[in-house]
């Protein structure tokens, strides 16, 4: 007898598998998925304490390719005196299942893990593959997760026609949104120096914090851009800002923040950072800049891939979708790099959060939205 999605769901949940552990879940994903037909490779990345444990499985040989991009790491519990049960006791009161990962995103991989082994079982002869791609370390650095498992399935011959992500994309109900792209991800850390000194005596010091606030306004005030027809306008928000001074009489002698911009196509983390040296330069005072860019923007064109996901969620929910790009950043990010990817998954009301939560109702129409997403696109 193969195994529904709330079996699997809380088989997931048991398993608590904080990043970059797995504790389990990865191994029991591969069983049931191997006793269905499904080849499967554990391919860690990594060392020491950084290794992170990464499963790919497959059921099939010929094209066309869908794989479908997932992940067993959860974030922290918090503080367990919050939660109503414990986070990785999978409890289900009133038909909501609880437990860490219900919704980000165990509930999503056992939504696909039961429609692809049920697809398989009664249609094992269709023609073209299904995969899974499931990562440990989605919610954490990612260097060691799917984008090291992509150079390997492109080394050896696993790379798919399209990709489907499971992350959670509604945020109130299913038949919402898909995600047809992201936003980008920048950082910025800009540091002011002064001359640190006595209050008092404010000829003698430099204080940096006049100067930092007016790279702060000048960034705040500048609009990178209006959004455009599959995107909301970059935006910018300083996240810290630091004085580093327990003395309330001392000037001191450095100051700094912190900023993070979520940026669209209209930029690139290049030109971004180009455009933020020429605000700040226009300010006209000295200043350090460090960068970073953890995601550069990307969009899959709507056309038929992503209709044919669009069509299997109002199938299911007699809702249309809308295709977006907002939200944060997933590891889809690295699969548009190689075919693709449209993501479609459960409710995002209570990720990360204390009590999180899935309604055992979303979890078998997402089940039955990815069933029918694998007939039509193999069966048609």
């Known amino acids: 007898m193969t195994p529904d999605v709330i079996e699997i769901a809380k088989a997931l949940i048991a398993c608590p598998s904080v990043t970059p552990k797995d504790e389990g879940a990865q191994e029991y994903l591969a069983k049931i998925l191997g006793d269905a037909g499904f080849e499967c490779h554990h391919l860690p990345f990594g060392e020491g304490d950084e290794e992170v444990p990464n499963l790919f499985a497959r059921y099939g040989t010929k094209e066309p390719h869908i794989c479908f991009i997932g992940h067993t790491d959860v974030v922290p519990s918090g503080p367990l005196d919050k939660w109503d049960t414990p986070p990785f006791e999978p409890t289900i009161k009133d038909d909501v299942l609880y437990g860490r990962g219900a919704s980000d995103m165990k509930g ?171 605000i700040l330069d226009a300010v006209g005072v000295e200043y350090e800049l460090d960068i970073r860019a953890d995601a550069e923007s990307f969009l899959t064109q709507p056309g038929e891939w992503s209709s044919l996901v669009q069509d299997a969620v109002e199938e299911v929910t007699g809702k249309r979708p809308e295709a977006t790009t907002t939200g944060g950043t997933s590891d889809a990010r690295f699969v548009t790099n190689y075919c693709p990817v449209v993501e479609c998954g459960p409710i995002n009301a209570t990720i990360h959060q204390v009590n999180e939560n899935a309604k055992i109702s979303d979890l078998l129409d997402l089940t039955g939205i990815y069933s029918v997403i694998l007939d039509r696109y193999f069966i048609g």
């Not at 940026?263 to 040296?277: F, H, M, P, Q």
């Open 108 to 278: 999503g991989d056992a939504a696909f893990a039961a429609a692809a082994i049920d697809f398989v079982t009664n249609t094992p002869d269709f023609e073209g593959s299904i995969s899974l791609l499931i990562t440990g370390d989605e919610e954490g650095e990612a260097a060691n997760g799917t984008i090291k498992v992509l150079e390997w399935m492109d080394a050896n011959g696993h790379i798919p026609t399209v990709a489907l992500g499971g992350e959670p994309t509604n945020p109130d109900h299913l038949g919402q949104e898909v995600k047809i792209g992201r936003r980008g991800s920048f950082h910025g850390n800009l540091t002011v120096h002064g001359k640190q000194g006595h209050v008092a005596y404010q000829h003698l010091a430099n204080n940096p914090v006049p100067a930092l606030a007016k790279l702060i306004n000048a960034l705040c005030e500048y609009e990178f851009d209006e959004g455009n027809e599959h995107f909301v306008a970059s935006n910018l928000e300083f996240t810290t800002v630091d004085i580093g001074n327990p003395a309330e009489n001392v000037i001191p002698g450095e100051a700094k923040a912190h900023f993070n911009i979520r940026y669209n196509d209209s930029w690139s983390a290049e030109t971004l950072g180009e455009k933020c040296r020429e």
